[in-house]
């Protein structure tokens, strides 16, 4: 249909615009030909279009521009229906579909449109008149303009307003939007939701050293390996820096959600190669689940919040599920970093040592020197636990001064062959004074500057060049012993060999962890850099040593010195007098020490059910796979228990051994790691089920269901003595 008779049909006469003015002249001058030509004019410069269809909502007429636009042929659209040639372009969905639009016989403006068979192509704005005649419907008449740049544009601003610009992970505005909308319909569903927090672990470092250029690329990256390794139905956000959130719906299974976090932390250790060097981080995860640990999102947000926290105070590269006793915990810690200032000041600081042990012959050669502290109301917090709190702290440089100056005093009492190494963190290195304070120790103990070793990271590499060049050149000067430590961790550069005089190189343990799972590649590196200190007359020296496998596999390496819990755990001043008694002190790796350095005595009161009836006992072991359990007699075997390990947590479980009063249990379902070196079971009794039993939701989240009689479950029984009845499966609440 040319556009003449479009128009004579439109219901618009153009004659009616000859209308008169209060003059009695016409309004305009314009015959109904120079208005058709201007309107012509108008299709042909892309300006605006029309568009036509037959009561059917087939076109009847389009102009030839929208076509070009579009990239398909005229004859092809003519006689289609309307709905299949345009499709909505709507981003989220939400509008109606072009059908029920014409179905609706209304007039309509602003409808964005693309051609079905050109998704990727141009998107045009649409807007229609339905026309009537003598009552009838008789089809649509209407208008159209290409927005495509305006459409683009727009989705730019929103997807800066929604997505992170350099990752195109959802940012923090969008993620939290997700979260509460989220819990807030699966709270009235019912339903379960997954939170993990994510944090870096050395991402600062290789900000600060490597440039923020690097940096960026490394959080792009990241965020790859993210999206690859969670394939689970998920929402992944940056929140900014090197924190990142996950959401996962549906999800509560412990076993699983302990999976994907694993997962995560093994692929973001990777190695990463950057325009400026190669590096590794690690992550560490925090996980919480709601209802169980929150019914709001903020609540469960906080609670990932503290499994993070409680992950990375574990010692970073670990997951950690929220339980109710990490908030008190968190506080805990926080007095701590408060309270070691006076910790210095107070003597309240103490020293362990870790003998590192000759491979060949056995003997110590040197002993590693660990900081614990005495604390007046915590008592004896070990060298892992200080270690994590120093870290970052301000303090860090006196604590590393003080640790120096007291090896030094306590090396004097020990046979002239006997080294004392100590750790030197990048903060006390770079500080001013730094050198001196290691020659006032050595002088005031009155001890050869050649028995006292300093492990120096690679990362005091990124600092100032030339301070680092003069700081290790003074200390070279006063004579004392110098170990790159932590060689292999990513930052590895033969340079820094090339300029410092190390005396020794020591391993990475995460190499070493690698390599003790037979990966030929680690322990060919491992080879490798042995045969690079030995051409440069340098000792190697390999820690944390599990098990008899690993250490004879590195001896076969030609590592010449190691140290771990296969030899012994870090001991007390006292101890290493003692041992030190004889002169020759020798250690043979052995096994056992691991297996007794590990094992935990469970031994905690907990509930077991039976029969709707709730009995308190003692918990005395606790595996994957079963439990011992104390208190009740005459139990026979067969009797099938809930166990209630708290926090929801009910393992059904199996009597298959008893004696006396004790009764050796095997769970129906096997238990799962809780990411802190425990067991947990998978799943828990949901809130919403304890809830219709009469307990407030808000106080089943947090666990507090254990005050009620029978731990929420039954009534709690009062004699001691198990009146036994024919075994009945347990039905759930």
Known sequence: MPLKGFLSRSGSKVAAASATSGSGKSASALSDGEKLAMLNELERSGLGWFWASDKDGKLTYLSATIADRIDIALD???GKPLPSVFVSADREGRSKSLSLMLNAHRAFSGFA??????????????AG????????????????????????????????AKFDSLTGLSNRHRMKHQIESTITAFKAAKRNCAIMMLDLDKFKHVNDTLGHAAGDELLKQVAERLRRSIEVDCEIGRLGGDEFQVL?????????LGDIAMKVITMLKQPYSLEEGRCVIGCSVGIAIAPHDGVTADEVVKSADLALYAAKNGGRGQFRFFSGELENEALFRRRLEEDLGAAVRDEQLF????????????????????ICWNHPQ????????FASIIDGSSQVGEVGTWAIREACKDAVQWPDSIRVAVNVPVALFAADGFVEAVGEALQEADISAARLELEISEAVFFGDTSAVDRTLDQLFKLGVRLTLDEFGSGYSSLAYLRRAPFDAIKIDENLISEAEKNDTSDLGLITAIVALANALRMDTIANGIETTTIFQKLKDCGV?????????????RETVQTELVGGNWKIAPSSDRIKRSKRRTVFRKIQVIHDDHSYEVTLRNLSRTGALIQGLSEVPKGTQFVVDLGGGQLAVATVIRTNGDTQGLEFEQSLVDDGAGGLCTRN??????????????????????????????????????????????FEGV
């Open 76 to 78: 092809d659209l003519l």
């Open 113 to 126: 449109v693309r051609a079905e068979k050109r998704p990727q192509g141009a998107v045009l704005r649409l």
């Open 129 to 160: 008149q339905p026309i009537i005649e003598d009552g009838e419907f008789c089809g649509f008449r209407g208008t159209g303009a290409d927005i495509t740049e305006e459409y683009y544009r727009e989705e730019e601003t929103e997807r800066l």
């Open 248 to 256: 996962i719906p549906d999800k509560d299974d412990r076993g699983e």
């Open 351 to 370: 020293l362990k040592y870790e003998p590192i042990v000759s491979a060949d012959t056995e003997e110590v050669r040197a002993l590693e020197a660990h």
């Open 378 to 385: 915590r008592g004896e917090i070990d060298e892992e636990e």
């Open 560 to 572: 010449k010195r190691m140290e771990g819990p296969i030899f012994s755990d870090p001991i007390s």
């Open 684 to 729: 828990r009794v949901s809130p919403y089920a304890l809830a219709a039993a009469g307990a407030p939701l808000a106080a089943l989240a947090q666990g507090a269901y254990e005050a009620m009689p029978g731990g929420g479950l039954g009534q709690a029984g009062s004699v001691p003595q198990f009146s036994y009845a024919a075994p009945s499966k």
